[in-house]
């Protein structure tokens, strides 16, 4: 916060504090003390950053109210009394609605994702600082622009303009270079990229940028990465407003400068999505370290005398998994370089199901099993686990209330006009098709059913294939990554796995990057997804193109499981999914490659 008001020209600064697990830490930090329950890093943030921003004129609106934007709010004006700092402090409510039967036992948390409506009335109220609860992350933005531009519910073109733009700031440094496929290939300085900033005009169209001396870079690539970041269709549906992400445009202004624009709105859906929360039950987790040779006799050894002791122990957990990773190589110089990794990960609704049994199985084994045996860490008596769910629910239903400065409570009304999501048409080619076969059908959904044996291997790839000439000339077997960025991210128990076709050297008009857009759209097929990312292949893909932006989105449904706090996966937010994919090899035609 401070780097952002001493770094540059600001009017508002917003702040991003909640995500689906950090609503269930503050659940169960509402469970110990119901006083609790919003962000407490925000109001440390604000013991240095309050008073540069009334000495700058500049407004905070962030969610970090949590559970909890009342007591939020009486908290800033307690902070600001002990500094010396008089602030108009006002808050937004009405989204927890954990006290409906939502027909499950255990919920913890229960928010409706709200609009920038209670925003815009907190600004116009003058408050220096609004604190929200849940509301959508890029409502932090549009509702300030409303504010400041005196756009009504009919704006939809610039509410839609400032909702990509808050999507392009809602994860910071992922705007600037952070966590960004081609940091290394276009020399981003990613070792401290400084937060993103939005210029905001009139008709909602935006500058991305970043202040000056900050380091990362803003380039087109950087924002494309995270506009396909947690999104999914063409359209981008929000409480005020449906984006249409098949019309956006991005155009480079200058150095760490990119234009967006063209964006249209259409009015939002009738319902609010409602993030539930609950606890799920108990999991342990027992790394063994496999060095050397005969991995896989070693992987059966163990696991066969952890299952005995398992079926032998008075309760057996109801979920037992296990996963092998061969970190290993051969004649390693480094003995961690020699060992691979077997993971058991056990759940259960009690916590006694996975606690001694699951440990009592592995440290009795320390002197009685394979050679080298050893874990990565002792086995713990085990931890609760959280599951995320998403409902709908009407959106005049919800109680969507701006509490002002002076306390004045005024409710926002729900959109008047409202339209059902559907699915958007083909897009157009960006140029004259190719004769390379029938494409697949565009944003169509089709279960893949196809699945690996147990212990099996997908086929090899890549080097085993010859070169040979096609529509687009000469193909050489490549990493994917030579022609695409990738970003990846969560969405409750789903994955999405956005891709985009990256600039390509001497290609000053932009044709080859047009037509390596259609190579990609008939290559990168759901079905071939699968055979290059073989864990999905029982999951239901979903790919929805995004031309403008050179992209292409991918759902992947069920691959989290329950979602990030259930930690279903190695990697449960699928943060490194897309990087797996740029690694896996295709032929690709030499004329796209670097």
């Given amino acids: 916060m401070e780097e952002m008001l001493r770094g540059g020209e600001l009017d508002v600064l917003t702040g991003d504090y909640l995500a689906e697990l950090t609503m269930l830490i503050l659940g169960r930090d509402r469970m110990k ?65 954990t006290g409906r039967d939502w027909g499950r036992e255990g919920i913890l948390t229960a928010n409706a994702y709200l609009g920038g409506g209670g925003i815009t009335a907190c600004l116009n109220a003058g408050a220096d600082v609004v604190v ?29 303009g400032a909702v990509v733009a808050g999507h392009v700031l809602e994860c910071g440094a992922q705007a600037t270079g952070g966590n960004y496929a081609l940091w290394a290939e276009e020399g981003v300085d990613a070792r401290h990229p400084g937060f993103p900033l939005a210029e905001i005009a009139p008709d909602g169209s935006s500058v991305i940028t970043k202040h000056p001396g900050t380091g990362g870079a803003v380039t087109e690539g950087t924002v494309t990465a995270q506009l396909l970041y947690e999104t999914a269709g063409a359209r981008y549906p929000g409480p005020d407003v ?119 199985s592995a440290v009795e084994l320390a002197l009685a099993s394979y050679p080298g045996f050893h874990v990565t860490a002792p086995p713990g008596k085990g931890s609760p686990y959280g599951v995320f769910h998403a409902e709908y629910v009407p959106a005049g239903e919800v109680p969507h209330v701006a509490v002002l400065p002076e306390g004045e409570r005024v409710a926002i009304p729900a959109p008047l006009k409202t339209r059902a999501l559907e699915p958007v048409g083909d897009p157009e080619p960006l140029g004259e098709p190719l004769p390379l076969g029938e494409p697949l059908p565009l944003g169509e959904a089709r279960p893949l059913r196809e699945s690996l044996p147990l212990g099996g291997t997908p086929p090899l790839r890549g080097a085993q294939r010859p070169p040979r000439t096609t529509p687009f000339g000469p193909t050489r077997t490549e990493p994917l990554g030579a022609l695409i960025g990738a970003r990846s991210g969560d969405k409750g128990g789903d994955a999405n796995l956005g891709v985009w076709v990256r600039e390509l050297p001497g290609d000053g008009g932009g044709d080859r990057r047009r037509e390596a857009w259609e190579w990609l759209v008939q290559h990168l097929t759901e079905k071939e997804l699968a055979q290059l990312l073989p864990e999905i292949r029982p999951l239901r893909v979903t790919r929805h193109l995004l031309p403008g932006l050179h992209a292409a989105n991918f759902v992947i449904e069920g691959l989290l499981g329950e979602g990030v706090a259930a930690q279903a996966r190695f990697d449960p937010q699928a943060k490194a999914l897309g990087e797996w994919l740029r690694s896996r090899h295709m032929e690709i035609p030499e004329r796209f490659l670097p």
């Fill in 242 to 360: 449906t984006a249409r992400l098949d019309t956006v445009r991005l155009r480079t202004e200058g150095p760490d400068r990119v234009r967006i624009d063209g964006v249209r709105g259409e009015a939002p859906p009738p319902d609010l999505k409602v993030g539930l929360s609950r606890l799920g039950g108990w999991r342990n987790e027992v790394v063994f370290v496999l060095t050397g040779l005969d991995i896989e006799r070693k992987a059966e050894l163990v696991r066969g005398q952890v299952e005995d002791a398992l079926s032998a122990a008075a309760r057996r957990p109801a979920e037992v998994r296990w996963s092998l990773a061969r970190t290993d190589r051969t004649d390693a110089d480094v003995q961690e370089e020699a060992s691979a990794l077997l993971r058991l990960v056990v759940r259960d609704p009690e916590q006694e199901a996975v606690g001694r049994s699951v440990t009592g």
């Fill in 33 to 97: 003390d119901p006083e609790r329950g919003y962000a407490k890093t925000f109001l440390r943030q604000l013991e240095t950053g309050l008073g540069l921003a009334k000495e700058r004129g500049v407004r905070i609106v962030a969610n970090a109210g949590g559970l909890n934007p009342a007591g939020l709010a009486d908290a800033v004006r307690e902070l600001g009394e002990h500094l010396g700092v008089p602030v108009r402090v006002a808050h937004v409510e009405g989204d927890d609605l």
């Fill in 132 to 160: 929200t609860g849940r509301v959508t992350d890029a409502a932090l933005v549009s509702g300030a622009a409303a504010a400041h531009f005196g756009w009504g519910a009919d704006d939809l073109d610039a509410l839609a």
